[in-house]
């Protein structure tokens, strides 16, 4: 058994009851006030999810089928938000990034942390009840591309389900977190990962996957809810065409592929964004990234590489395919569509209309007929590079010839660069003020095909060389490199366009909450939780959480009160915040707020007053001039994405700081760590099979140059400390 049933959560009933001469006696099961179920009973239902009508809770992590975000809950308001206290907190214990919505049903909130953890806790209290760890290898940590996060669970006929970064697809007891059933959703000779949420449509549970910086196929697969028998999977590429294909509509789409992209899977993974629309009865998911990114390496000769990119349309009953809209055809800078999907009615001037919207990371907002996926709108939502428009007539993007590197062979600078415009941030849609408020993160990258492709079976295969473009930057003209600037968007879906814009002070994007209180809800990188006015974007209250803010917030009522729920924690600490979870290096907690709360987050762990000094020892550099540069070649692919670029671990970072390692005075020691795996239990896998021979020690000569600039960098700072003093 791998739940453990908090003592606490036993011990304070029991010490209440032994308190007070007339306690109630509540027996087994019985519903809590203001209760409809048992408390744990996680008793969620179609008709519960399809009727939408209790705004009390928060059902799914979308909050709803149409996954709007949006709570009819209007208690707290702009009039009165100014008064939202913290009413508890529970300190979370992993310090990666937290990207789960929590789920509040039947007086439990659930949420996943990283590492795939589940924990529920009493809405009313705090008091966690259970908590699951899936017991992850820290090894597999290597093949998340982009930490090891999970956005939330879902919760259906007194389940939790949760799907894990090593593939597995597991239910739990919603009451006691013990396992009903596991499911390994993956081949596990392959880098896939789960991060996305499971959705529960029709009794089945549906789950994607990621992978496509390596070397996967993607799929979605539905489960039997109950026993965990698979019902049905749709892959989004066509395999080997000298096999028979699994789906009718892959023979069509093999067509728009080249060369033997099977070979690395082809990508295409649906790892993120679905709905599900039971008028129609239809499933939509979103699609990944093409492996490589490199088109002209993945399918020599192009193509649009269906069904790449796209948002698909699938009849939930048998994973058959209805339609498809690719946003990106031929995609080559790692341009997903698999950002959170949206189903909305919109008042159109003539008539309302069921439809479906997603802002991919490409920088276009769509809007597709939720029957036909016919294209309505495509605009632009932030000033991207890499196409002047949408053709309307053909449904095509119109690119800019010179952003296409793959066709060119010549490094050039596009917006959005491969984290996108938008990623999976969750939006939020008013239907009351007809706004979708949208995490912007305006960014470019410099593209570059490589001088030489070689798979490598341990690390990323994107068919791009990262520095390769980085000279561009310094050229006149050039726009400012990497991330430009974030903020809020107020989009009308209606008419296309801008409404209002809320910039971030320190750059990085943040899931959304929208309520019926005029009031938008959103963390930041700053270290506060804010309520904007919905209307306008006025900031109204902010708590500081102590904490960089990824995911997004819910909201639900505790015993007739409205209390909004964030879970804090991202890589590194805001700038200048102490570390005061003693379990989590970024202080990773959830925070639970309501109208009058006056809990206090706790004061720094320990205060340093202690002098500058020099921090850093490492051994002097005796590598020539070309040792150091082949290894930062080597660190930049296969490094830089764990220890930081220019191995310098910020708050970014998700491995530690390697100027600082003690392997950098023993080759034989790093030798172990980097080509053996010696440090696999500390998510440190070995890289025996993708670096050439000579290149770890070549990779640590530049560690070791880098560390040697930081020392000079840090005695200059001591010196002109000391001589100021
Ligand atoms: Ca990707």
């Not at 739990?172 to 991060?195: A, C, F, H, M």
């Not at 490199?481 to 409404?499: C, F, H, M, Q």
């Not at 009058?596 to 550099?621: R, Y």
Request: net charge negative; with cysteine; aromatic share 10%.
């Amino acid at each position: 058994m791998r739940a453990y049933l908090m003592s606490l959560a036993v011990a304070v009933p029991a010490l209440l009851a032994a308190c007070s001469n007339n306690a109630p006696t509540q027996p087994e099961g019985a519903a809590a006030p203001g209760l409809a179920n048992p408390v744990g009973a996680a008793a969620v239902t179609a008709e519960r999810l399809i009727a939408d009508s209790d705004p009390g809770v928060w059902l799914t992590a979308g909050r709803n089928y149409h996954e709007d975000r949006f709570s009819p809950l209007d208690q707290i308001s702009d009039s009165n938000v100014k008064n939202l206290g913290l009413a508890w907190y529970s300190d979370i214990d992993t310090e990666r990034g937290q990207e789960s919505t929590p789920v509040v049903v039947d007086g439990v909130l659930y949420l996943t942390t990283a590492w795939s953890m589940v924990k529920a806790y009493d809405i009313t209290s705090g008091a966690k009840i259970w908590e699951y760890d899936p017991k992850i290898d820290r090894a597999k940590g290597a093949d998340a591309c982009c930490d090891v996060v999970n956005r939330g669970v879902a919760a259906w006929n007194g389940k939790i389900y949760v799907g894990t970064i090593d593939g597995r697809l597991i239910a739990l007891n919603g009451r006691t977190g013990s396992v009903v059933w596991e499911k390994q959703t993956t081949d596990t000779s392959l880098p896939y990962t789960i991060t996305g949420v499971p959705r529960i449509v029709k009794g089945k549970v549906v789950i994607g996957n990621g992978g496509a910086e390596y070397r996967v196929r993607g799929y979605v697969t539905a489960y039997d809810a109950e026993t965990g028998e698979q019902v049905w999977r749709w892959y989004s590429v066509p395999g080997d065409p000298a096999q028979p294909f699994e789906q009718p509509e892959l023979a069509e789409a093999a067509k728009t592929w080249n060369g033997e992209w099977w070979k690395l899977g082809g990508g295409g993974t649906i790892w993120d964004g679905m709905a599900y629309d039971p008028e129609l009865d239809t499933l939509y998911v979103g699609t990944g990234n093409g492996t490589p990114w490199n088109q002209a390496i993945r399918s020599p000769g192009g193509g649009d590489n269906l069904y790449l990119s796209s948002i698909v349309a699938l009849d939930p009953n048998t994973g058959g395919y209805k339609w498809h809209y690719q946003t990106t055809p031929a995609e080559t800078w790692d341009y997903t569509a698999t950002q959170p999907i949206m189903i909305a009615d919109l008042n159109y001037p003539t008539g309302k209309r069921r439809v479906v919207m997603q802002a991919p990371k490409n920088g276009f907002f769509y809007v597709l007929d939720a029957k036909t996926g016919e294209l309505l709108s495509a605009e632009k939502f932030a000033p991207l590079t890499w196409a002047t428009h949408v053709d309307m007539k053909t449904g095509r993007p119109v690119e800019i010839p010179s952003a296409r590197f793959d066709k060119t062979g010549i490094p050039v600078i596009v917006a959005p660069g491969a984290l996108g415009m938008h990623n999976w941030h969750p939006m939020a849609f008013s239907p009351e003020t007809g706004y979708v408020y949208l995490p912007v993160t305006h960014s470019n990258a410099a593209y570059a095909g490589p001088k030489e492709f070689k798979v490598n079976l341990q690390g990323w295969n994107t068919g791009t060389d990262f520095a390769g473009g980085s000279s561009l930057y310094s050229q006149p003209g050039a726009p400012p490199r990497g991330n430009v600037e974030s903020y809020i968007l107020a989009y009308d879906p209606i008419a296309g366009k801008e409404v209002f814009r809320i910039k971030n002070d320190v750059y990085g994007a943040s899931g959304l909450l929208a309520t019926s209180g005029n009031l938008i809800f959103s963390g930041n990188h700053k270290g506060e939780f804010v309520a904007y006015r919905a209307d306008n974007g006025e900031k109204l209250w902010s708590a500081p959480t102590q904490a960089r803010v990824v995911a997004a917030a819910s909201t639900f009522l505790v015993n007739g009160q409205q209390h909004v729920a964030i879970l804090v924690g991202a890589r590194g600490l805001p700038e200048g915040q102490a570390r005061t979870n003693p379990v989590s290096g970024n202080n990773s907690r959830i925070l639970v707020f309501k109208a009058g709360g006056t809990a206090k987050l706790p004061e720094a762990l320990e205060k340093s007053s202690e002098p500058l000094k020099v921090t850093i020892d490492p051994p002097l550099l005796t590598a020539n001039n070309e040792t150091v540069a082949e290894g930062e070649q080597g660190f930049r692919n296969n490094c830089a994405t764990c220890h930081g670029g220019q191995a310098v671990a910020a708050a970014g970072s998700i491995g530690p700081d390697l100027r600082y390692s003690a392997l950098l005075r023993d080759v034989a020691a790093w030798n172990g760590a980097v080509l053996e795996g010696n440090r696999a239990q500390r998510g440190m896998p070995g890289f025996k099979a993708s670096l050439r021979p000579g290149e770890s020690e070549a990779i640590q000569a530049y560690v070791i140059r880098e560390a040697n600039s930081e020392k000079a960098r840090q005695e200059a700072a001591v010196a002109a400390a000391s001589a100021g003093r």
